[in-house]
C-alpha cells in the first residue's frame, strides 16, 4: 500500500484495532524523496510505503504506542522527525542531542516528591554482560519508573548488510546476536534466496539447528534465573546442561554456537548418520533432566516467592508495547514465527506453542521449560522425516523488496532487504529484543529494586541485537 506520511498513524491506528502487530518502522531514501516502511504482521504480512514531503511527518506513537522507539530510531538515523512524538529521549546516540535546550544524552526521569530517589545503573556491568544503562526512579525499594538508555554496542550491521545481494552476507547476519546466530541468519536468507527450492535435507537441517540453538539458550535463562535467585545448586546444574548442548553444537557443527553451518541455498555441510545419532540420543534425555531441574527449583519456598507475582507483564501491556517470543507468550499472546508463517522444515512438523497467562517470572520460566522440550520432539522428528540428499543449491538473488522472519529464541526476528540492481540498497533488522525492552519496563514497576536482576534474567534481552 502507498500512501502519504500523513495518513500513516490513522492506518497504522485501522490495522492495529483490527488485530495486526507493528513489526517494524524504518525509513529509507526512494526515487524522488524518502520514505517510511511500515511492516504490519497479522493473519499475513502486510507492506505500508508512506512517502514523506520534507523533513518530518505526523508520529503515529500517541496512537499505536509501538511505534514510538521506531520513531525515536528513525529521527536519530535519518534526521526525519517525528513531529507530536510523546517522548523524544535518545535512542541510541550518546551525545547531546538537543542543541535547543542543552539536555544531556541521558536526562532524568523526572520523578520528584518527598522520599524519592534517582538510581543510575551501568552502562558498565559486573559480569559479562553487555553495556546498558538503567536509571530506576524509586520511593524506598519499590520501582516508580525505569528507564533504559542502549545504543553503546552499535557496529552499523544494517550498513554492513548493503552489498551485492548475491555476496554471502551469513558472517555478519551470525554476528548480529551471537546467541541467536542461527535465527538470524534464517531471517537473512530468506531475503536473498526467494523462490529459490532449497534442498528438503537442508530445510531439515537448518530446523535441528534452529532448535539446538533455541535449547541452550533457554538452558542458560534457566540457570541465570536460579543463579539471581541465589540457588546455586540449580544454577550449576542449569549451566553444566547447557555446556553439554554447547560441546554437542560443537561436535557436530564444529562451532560452539553454531556459527558457520548455514550458507545461501542450504548448509556449508551435511550431518553425518554419526552426527545425527548424537544429537538423538543427547535431546532423549533432555527433557528429562529439565524437569528435574525445575523440580529442584520450584520445590524451593524462597524461589517460589520471589518468581510468582514478580515482573508481571499484563496481557494488555505485551500487546501495546508488541512484545514477542517467550516474553509474549508467557503473558498469554499466541503468536510464534514457526507457527504462523513456517519456514524451513516447520511446515512439515507437529508444533504447539506453549503460553501462560500470569506474565510473571515463573511463567516466562514455564515457558521455556516447555519449548525446550517441543524443541525436542521437533528436532526428533525431523531426524526421522530426513531422507538422503543433496544440502545445498544455487541462490539468484532478484531485485525488488525481500522479507524474512524467524522465531529466535527471544522471539520474531525480522529482516528487510531493497534489492535494487543487484545491490541491497536498503537493508532493515529488528531483533526480538527491540520490542522487548519496553516491556521490560512495564514489568519491573511496583516490584522492589532488589528483585530487578531476576525480572531482567527472565527477559533475557540482547543488548548487541538491540544495538546493531
Not at 89 to 107: C, F, K, N
Not at 333 to 353: E, Q
Amino acid at each position: 500500500m502507498d500512501i502519504d506520511a500523513g495518513d500513516l498513524p490513522k492506518i497504522l491506528k485501522k490495522y492495529t484495532d483490527e488485530g495486526s502487530r507493528l513489526a517494524c518502522l524504518y525509513a529509507r531514501d526512494a526515487d524522488g524523496g524518502r520514505v517510511l516502511e511500515a511492516i504490519l504482521i497479522g493473519k499475513r504480512v502486510e507492506r505500508i510505503t508512506a512517502c514523506v514531503a520534507g523533513g518530518e511527518f505526523e508520529s503515529a506513537a500517541p496512537l499505536v504506542p509501538g511505534a514510538s522507539l521506531y520513531e525515536r530510531e528513525i529521527y536519530e538515523t535519518s534526521g526525519l522527525r517525528p513531529v507530536g512524538h510523546p517522548d523524544m529521549r535518545p535512542l541510541r546516540s550518546r551525545t547531546v542531542w538537543s542543541p535547543q535546550s542543552g539536555a544531556a544524552a541521558i536526562p532524568h526521569n523526572g520523578i520528584i516528591g518527598n522520599g524519592t530517589f534517582e538510581i543510575p545503573v551501568g552502562p558498565i556491568h559486573a559480569g559479562v554482560i553487555g553495556p546498558g544503562h538503567f536509571r530506576f526512579s524509586v520511593a524506598g525499594e519499590p520501582i516508580l519508573m525505569m528507564r533504559t538508555y542502549l545504543g553503546y554496542s552499535r557496529r552499523g550491521v544494517e550498513k554492513l548488510m548493503e552489498t551485492s545481494a548475491s555476496a554471502d552476507n551469513t558472517l555478519a547476519a551470525e554476528r548480529i546476536s551471537g546467541d541467536n546466530a542461527v535465527a538470524h541468519t534464517l531471517a537473512y536468507l530468506q531475503t536473498v534466496e526467494q523462490d529459490s527450492e532449497i534442498p528438503a535435507r537442508a530445510e531439515y537441517i537448518r530446523t535441528i539447528y534452529a532448535e539446538l540453538e533455541r535449547i541452550y539458550n533457554h538452558l542458560g535463562t534457566i540457570a541465570g534465573i536460579a543463579l539471581d535467585s541465589a540457588l546455586a545448586v540449580p544454577a550449576s546444574q542449569g549451566s553444566m546442561l547447557r555446556e553439554s548442548m554447547l560441546r554437542l553444537n560443537e561436535s557436530v557443527s564444529g562451532h560452539r554456537l553454531l556459527w558457520g553451518a548455514l550458507r545461501p541455498g542450504g548448509l556449508s555441510r551435511d550431518l553425518s548418520a554419526a552426527a545425527l545419532g548424537e544429537i538423538e540420543r543427547k535431546v532423549m534425555t533432555l527433557t528429562f533432566d529439565v524437569e528435574d531441574l525445575l523440580g529442584v527449583m520450584t520445590r524451593s519456598p524462597s524461589f517460589m516467592d520471589r518468581a510468582e507475582t514478580t515482573g508481571k507483564l499484563s496481557y494488555e501491556d505485551a500487546l501495546r508495547t508488541c512484545a514477542v517470543g517467550p516474553v509474549a507468550r508467557a503473558s498469554g499472546v499466541d503468536y510464534d514465527v514457526r507457527k504462523a508463517f513456517p519456514y524451513a522444515a516447520y511446515g512439515r512438523t507437529a508444533l504447539s506453542v506453549p503460553k501462560c497467562p500470569s506474565g510473571d517470572v515463573y511463567a516466562r520460566l514455564t515457558v521455556r521449560k516447555n519449548e525446550i522440550a517441543e524443541s525436542v520432539s521437533i528436532i526428533l522428528q525431523c531426524i526421522n522425516d530426513m531422507k538422503d540428499g543433496p544440502v545445498r543449491t544455487k541462490t539468484e538473488p532478484k531485485d525488488g523488496f525481500h522479507i524474512g522472519m524467524a522465531e529466535s529464541p527471544r522471539g520474531e526476528v525480522v529482516h528487510c532487504a531493497h534489492i535494487e540492481n543487484g545491490k541491497v540498497a536498503r537493508c532493515k533488522i529488528r531483533d526480538a529484543s527491540f520490542p522487548n525492552w519496553p516491556a521490560l519496563e512495564c514489568a519491573v514497576l511496583g516490584n522492589i529494586v532488589p528483585d530487578f536482576p531476576i525480572v531482567n534474567k527472565s527477559f533475557d534481552l540482547s543488548y548487541s541485537g538491540n544495538d546493531l
